[in-house]
């Protein structure tokens, strides 16, 4: 349920010192909106304030950008040392808006969103749809799972932790690290998924033993699966290798045809994943919690659209979301593939059946989301048109002064006490 708005609450007062410059004496950047929470309705005037403190420059460089559209309007404003009003408008229709505020090589930011559950996903889900899922997990089901375990060094006696490795359709295996309390009694553990971010050699790509063991000594049973079925452990040049090899932009591989999308591997490896985990004994037999940021927020909502095993799904800033956005000229979630595919106009009839937008439309799963109003790589109203087909509970966490990553240091406090302990809380009261 989103939260009431009270018009013109000047409750949050926004200082930021964006550090593209950090030499002491840069300028703070001050800035406010008439709903502290970002989220209006239409028919609401939106307005946006700035405030300069420790500098003297004598201008001010303003640019709007509304449904993230990268031709702005930018606008030159006299420093005066009052306050200066920067946006100032009824919007009257579904829209997102973002101001930034530059002085010098110091940058400001803040986001907006109007009527965001009135947003819906440009693509529909195909007339076969259900029928291309439905075949690709009878096909899934239908290979034997080999499962290969290697025993890794636990950093606590009291689990156990495997590197694995299951056999699957797509081309790859799921690989990933799983951990697991020892002596767990039958029936008495929740499942915990972690997703990866987009990319290959970077540690934020890789599975690990201690991502795992965290959320096992929360009560689970956790396995952290990389996205590409890649080795785990291995010496960075393995990783480097495949970054500029095979793995070269994946997400534009295979993209003209339903059958060859790349994002079909991924999605069959975190479905065989489920099934896996789920013959464990120890499972409780009613819990299963994804968790992931960007991709990994991405392939969360997957796992809860093609799986209704998966009851709960906390994401931070969650790409594939309404890529059809672009058809009709707003902006779409990572990895924008009709912005980059050489052939737009054929993908039009693979690309649906991966968004996520289309996946979990009447997912009865709640969904706990972290949403930036000033994301430009998985922007706000894409990730709300996809959230708005669902039909379970929602805990939405937009972001004013959030961007795809948290660059406004001066808010670090804020966020961690205001969205990230909520989050935290989240996942502490499911496993308990």
């Known amino acids: 349920m989103r939260r009431k708005i009270t018009l013109f609450a000047w409750v949050l007062f926004i200082s930021i010192n964006l550090c593209f410059a950090t030499t002491v004496g840069s300028p703070i950047i001050h800035m406010s909106q008439s709903h502290s929470s970002g989220l209006y309705r239409s028919g609401d005037r939106v307005v946006m304030k700035t405030f300069l403190e420790g ?53 400001a930011s803040l986001g907006a969103i109007v009527d965001a559950d009135k947003f819906k996903p440009v693509t529909e889900q195909p007339k076969d749809f259900k029928a291309f899922w439905k075949n690709q997990k009878k096909a899934l089901k239908k290979l034997p799972m080999i499962v290969t375990e290697t025993p890794v060094q636990s950093p606590d006696e009291n689990y156990i932790t495997k590197n694995i490795e299951l056999n699957c359709l797509g081309g790859k295996p799921a690989r990933g690290y799983l951990a697991i309390p020892d002596k767990a009694k039958k029936h008495s553990l929740p499942i915990v998924i972690f997703f990866h971010a987009a990319g290959v050699d970077g540690d934020w790509c890789k599975s690990t033993v201690d991502r795992a063991i965290q959320y096992a000594k929360m009560g689970s049973i956790c396995f952290d699966l990389n996205a590409h079925g890649m080795l785990n452990g291995q010496p960075d040049k393995y990783y480097k290798e495949l970054a500029n090899g095979e793995l070269k932009n994946y997400p534009q591989i295979g993209a003209e045809d339903k059958n060859t999308v790349y994002f079909r591997g991924m999605y069959l490896r975190l479905l065989r994943t489920i099934d896996y985990l789920t013959s464990f004994p120890e499972w409780d037999k009613k819990r299963i919690l994804v968790i992931g940021e960007s991709q990994g927020g991405g392939q969360s909502l997957v796992a809860a659209g093609l799986d209704s095993r998966v009851k709960a799904v906390v994401a931070t800033v969650p790409a594939m979301c309404d890529w059809g956005g672009h058809i009709v000229g707003r902006k779409d979630c990572w990895p924008y593939p009709y912005s980059f595919n050489k052939n737009p106009e054929v993908i039009k009839a693979s690309m649906p059946y991966f968004d996520a937008a289309n996946i979990i439309k009447g997912s009865k799963a709640t969904f706990v989301i972290e949403i930036g109003l000033v994301d430009f790589t998985c922007v706000s109203s894409a990730i709300h048109a996809a959230l708005n087909g669902t039909k379970g509970k929602k805990i939405l966490l937009d972001v004013p002064y959030r961007a795809h990553h948290m660059e406004q240091p001066i808010y670090q406090k804020e966020w961690q006490e205001n969205v990230v302990s909520k989050k935290d809380e989240f996942i502490k009261n499911y496993l308990k």
């Open 55 to 107: 500098t003297k420059t004598e201008s001010i460089t303003v640019k709007v950008m509304k449904g993230f559209d990268m031709n702005y309007h930018t606008h030159l404003y006299k420093n005066t040392g009052d306050t200066i009003t920067v946006f100032d408008e009824v919007i009257n229709e579904p829209n997102t808006i973002v101001v930034e505020v530059y002085v010098d090589q110091t940058k």
